[in-house]
Structures are given as C-alpha cells and as structure tokens.
C-alpha cells in the first residue's frame, strides 16, 4: 500500500503552472488590484487637459516642490544622524542600560507622525512648559517680551518628523554593525586609525547600503504624510494634492499632483538602489567574514555619554508624546463612556481586522503561488504587488475612489435601464474602499513576514508530503498552514495595527458619519482640541507598541544568534 501511495505521489510533477492554474490566475488578478489604482490615477492625469496646469505650475508646484525637497532633505540628514549613533554604539560598545536602550529606541515607530505633531505642538505652545519656565525664570509678561522658535514651520516639521522616523535608520543600521563583526574595526586599529577614524573610514561606507535602505524607508513615510505637516502647516506635495482635491475640486489637478508625487517616490527608489549597486561592499560577504566577538566596555563620563545618546531619541520620539497626551488622557478618562468614541473604536478594530484578514490572505496566495510554480513571471507579479507599500496614502486614495465611482455608476445605469432599480453608490464612500486601500498598501508587509516564514519550511516538506500520497490541497491543509501560523498571526497583527494608525487615506475615503480613531483624533485636533482627542492618540500608540515589540523580540532573537 505503502508502495502505491509513493508510486500515486510519483505520477503526478510535484510543481506545475498548469496544475495551480486557479492559484496563477488568483495571483493576477491581485497583483491588477494593486496596478489599477495607479493606472486609473494616471489616466486621469491625462485626460484632464491642461485647464489646471497654468495654475498649479504657478501657483502650487513651485512652493510644494520646493518644501517638499527641503522637508525630504533635512529628514534625510536628521534621521541619518539620530539613527546611525545609537546603532553604533549599541552593537559595538557595552554600557550601562544597552540592553534596555537597544530594543526601546525602537519604541518611536508605535507614534503615528501626526499624533508627534500634536504633542510637540502642546508642548511648545505658549502656555507649554518650556515658555513657561522661561517667562518664570526672566519675568516676561508676554510673547512679544522675547523669542522661541516657532514649531509650526517647515523646520518643525523636519524635526517632529525625523524624531519619529528615525528607527527605520538605526534598524537597518544596527543589523548590519551586527552583522560586520569587529574584524575589520580591530584591522583598522592595528594599522593605527583611532577609533573615530576606523568608523568613518571603514564601519560607514561598510554599513551604507543599509543607512540607504533605512532612510528611504524614513523618506517614503515623510512623503505619505499628510496629518502632521497639514496641522504644522507645511505646504508639501502631500497637502497640495488634498488641498487640491477637497479645498478647490479639482480631481484632475489632484491627479497631476499625485502623479508628480509618483515620480518622486520612484526617484526615491532608484537612487536607493543606484547607491546600493555602487556599493563595493555587501553584507553577505561581511556576514560570512567572522564570528561576533565581545563589546568593548565603556565605564565612566563615556559611559554617561553613550547612555544618553541612546537615550535621547527615545525621549524625544516616544518619551514626548506619551507624556504630553498621556497627561491629557488621564483628566479625560471620561471620554472612554463618549458613545463617539466607542463607536470609533468599534470601527476601527473591525476595519482594521478586516483588512488584516485580506491582506493577509492575498499575501499568502501570492508567495504560496511563487513557491509552488517556481514561475519567474509570478514572481514578477510578486513584486509589482508589493508596490503598494510605496504609494502615499492620498495618492493611492484618489487612484482607488477613480475606477470604483465609475465601477458604481455604470452599474446604477445598467440597473436603471435593465431593471429601473437605482443602485445609487454601492462602493464608493464605504467602509470597502478603506479596506481595499489599506490591503493595497500594506500587502508587502505581510507578504514579508509570510515569505519569511515560508523560508523556515524548506521545498522537501511539500514533495515529501506529496510523496506520501497527498494531494496539493492537503499538503497545504494538513501540513504548510499549520506550519506557518506564527507567520500568519505576525502578518496580521503587523497590517491590523497599520491600520488602525493609517490616516492619510482614511480621512480620504471615509463614508459620511464614518469616524476611526485616527479620523476622531484628526478632527479633534484640526480644531485645536487636542485635549478632547488624548485618549484616543493614547489607545492609538498603546496598539502600535505590540508590533515594536514583536520586533523587538525578533532583533534580540537574530542578536543571541549572532552571538553564538
């Protein structure tokens, strides 16, 4: 029996595109989702004649271009800077609280960019405590009496921005010092460079394609940001497309703007990866160079310095904003019985689950497909779909609400004339258009963490269960899904909470009445009621801690591993 259950197993390839037809064409058909938005984004661009053109290159373009470049380049610098130190000296030197400090710098990730803006806007306003205390120590009346920068400007945003963003730098960075190993840092100072010079020398240009990665990350989230430099007032590509839609009702101008935004976004990801190919080192090679040996210790004043660098940060991308809104929040616990609130955290957590539940479950057709054909072309398909991610939220928006309003109203046409039943809108201006938005941009985000865990499962478990007499589908009931639940489970917390933090399509696409958190946080704060929205900016950052420590838990995993 046994025999013929082998012999069954053998008649049949293990892996076929023929076979997984259903499988390849589902994999299409998502990767068309993810392209539609973007090829209806463009054609309307293009079909709006010229009629706005002389006034956005006039009026518009000039001013967002130019804010938009300097908040990029300073966000660039700054996150670089903030990022790469801490990174540094948490993966080569030991000093008091590294442990602590290495997985809570992190920490900034789980403060959406907007909420940052908020807080520091409290916290810098003129009844704030820092104007208090100067007005207290030099006994001015009045904010004509003296200076303080204004936080509500272009450098405000930059600094408030960089603040939360910089993790991307110092993870990306932190892995690759990690991976390096102190080979060539002891190299170096054996043929007499100190130890600042054996860094900028030798552990930089090492670790630059890393750097890259992490600040273009950083720089997409700068681009996809529309709550925080709207409330700081930054007139970026960003708030000109919104401005430009909702303000002027120019869906056609919004469009022009959105597809300029395109083309920064995909400058931005050839320059990364022009860099990364000019780059004469790989960590692949550093990897296989040596075994991790011991931190160096610092005691001391450098000590002292090592431990406030690293603490710094984290102070001022987490520290911050919990405290300012967390104090808020504990003098309007009451909002928590607010039915407006409940309703918007009921809404919240269905949408987002919801979206999870797409999102993952299309992320897993695609890699699932890419494992089983070994196609080139679905693999292909696999990275389109992953494109997503790149697109800004407003961008993406008005590319999705496009072919749905002209999906609604042809079919409201054909029912009136076919049945004389009015549809009316049936997809547009619901909960739908969110959840398909935030599936498309957050689809490389599980669609990473499900690759990963399909790369613990080697090929030999599918063709040794296929051998057994399984069939494809109980090889994958019976054998894969069990597998890679942790996959599944990290896949869907990681795209839940993104959800819940996602504003700048959200506020977009939202039905009428339709209220999340973020929306509820939003409005409140848009009308200078940061107070009224606390409670819910803390139930916000209070969700995005769960993903920062998961990851935690996996960078600290892949250090213990290193170190062995």
Avoid at 184 to 208: H, Q, W
Avoid at 270 to 279: F, G, I, N
Avoid at 317 to 332: D, I, Q, S, T, W
Avoid at 363 to 380: D, K
Wanted: hydrophobic share 55%; net charge positive; with cysteine.
């Amino acid at each position: 029996m046994t025999a013929d259950i082998i012999r069954k197993g053998r008649s049949r390839p293990f892996f076929s595109l023929r076979e997984h037809r259903l499988l390849s064409v589902g994999a299409v058909l998502t990767a068309l989702a993810v392209l539609i938005p973007l090829l209806a984004l463009i054609t309307l661009a293009l079909s709006g004649g010229g009629a706005d053109w002389p006034h956005l290159a006039r009026n518009v373009l000039p001013v967002a271009l130019k804010t938009t470049a300097l908040v990029m380049a300073g966000v660039a610098l700054l996150t670089a800077s903030m990022g790469i130190i801490p990174a540094w000296l948490t993966a080569y030197y030991e000093f008091p609280g590294r442990r602590v400090l290495a997985w809570a710098l992190v920490l900034p990730l789980a403060v959406p960019t907007y909420l940052a803006a908020y807080a520091y806007a409290e916290f810098f306003t003129f009844t704030g405590p820092p104007q208090s205390l100067i007005r207290a120590l030099f006994g001015f009346k009045t904010s004509r009496d003296y200076w303080f920068p204004d936080i509500r400007s272009l450098w405000g945003a930059v600094v408030i921005l960089s603040f939360v963003l910089y993790p991307y730098v110092y993870l990306t960075t932190r892995a690759a010092f990690l991976m390096q190993g102190r080979n060539a840092t002891d190299v170096a100072r054996t043929l007499g460079s100190s130890p600042t010079r054996a860094f900028f020398r030798v552990l930089l240009p090492m670790a630059r394609p890393a750097i890259i990665v992490g600040v273009t990350l950083a720089l997409m989230e700068t681009l996809n940001d529309v709550g925080a430099v709207e409330f700081l007032g930054v007139k970026t590509l960003t708030s000109a497309v919104y401005t430009t839609w909702l303000n002027q009702g120019s869906l056609n101008g919004a469009a022009q703007i959105a597809c300029i935004m395109l083309v920064v976004v995909l400058g931005v990801i050839l320059a990364e990866r022009w860099a990364r190919r000019r780059q004469r080192f790989n960590l692949g090679r550093s990897t296989s160079m040596v075994r991790r040996s011991s931190l160096q210790k610092l005691s001391g004043w450098q000590g002292g310095l090592a431990f406030i660098a690293c603490l710094m940060p984290i102070i001022a991308g987490f520290g911050l904003p919990v405290y300012v809104l967390g104090a808020y929040a504990v003098k309007r616990l009451d909002q928590l019985l607010d039915p407006t609130l409940q309703e918007a955290i009921l809404t919240s957590v269905l949408v987002a689950a919801a979206a999870a539940v797409v999102t993952v479950g299309l992320a897993f057709l695609l890699t699932y497909t890419v494992r089983v054909t070994r196609s080139r072309n679905m693999l292909l398909l696999n990275r389109f779909a992953a494109l997503g991610y790149a697109i800004p939220g407003t961008v993406l928006a008005l590319g999705i609400l496009i072919p749905l309003a002209r999906f609604d109203n042809l079919l409201d046409h054909w029912m009136q004339a076919t049945f004389g039943i009015k549809t009316g809108l049936l997809l547009t201006g619901t909960a739908l258009c969110i959840i398909y938005a935030m599936s498309v941009r957050f689809l490389a985000m599980a669609e990473g963490a499900i690759e990963a865990g399909f790369h613990k499962v080697p090929i030999h478990i599918d063709m040794a269960a296929r051998t057994l007499g399984r069939s494809p589908r109980e090889t994958l009931t019976q054998v894969l899904i069990p597998i890679l639940k942790p996959a599944f489970l990290t896949a869907g917390l990681l795209v839940f909470i993104d959800s819940i933090k996602e504003l700048s399509a959200t506020i977009l696409l939202r039905p009428f009445n339709y209220n999340s958190l973020s929306t509820y946080v939003y409005e409140r704060a848009s009308r200078a009621a940061v107070e009224d929205a606390s409670v819910a900016a803390l139930l916000i950052m209070l969700a995005g801690i769960l993903p920062v420590i998961l990851l935690s838990r996996s960078i600290n995993a892949g250090v213990a591993r290193t170190e062995t």
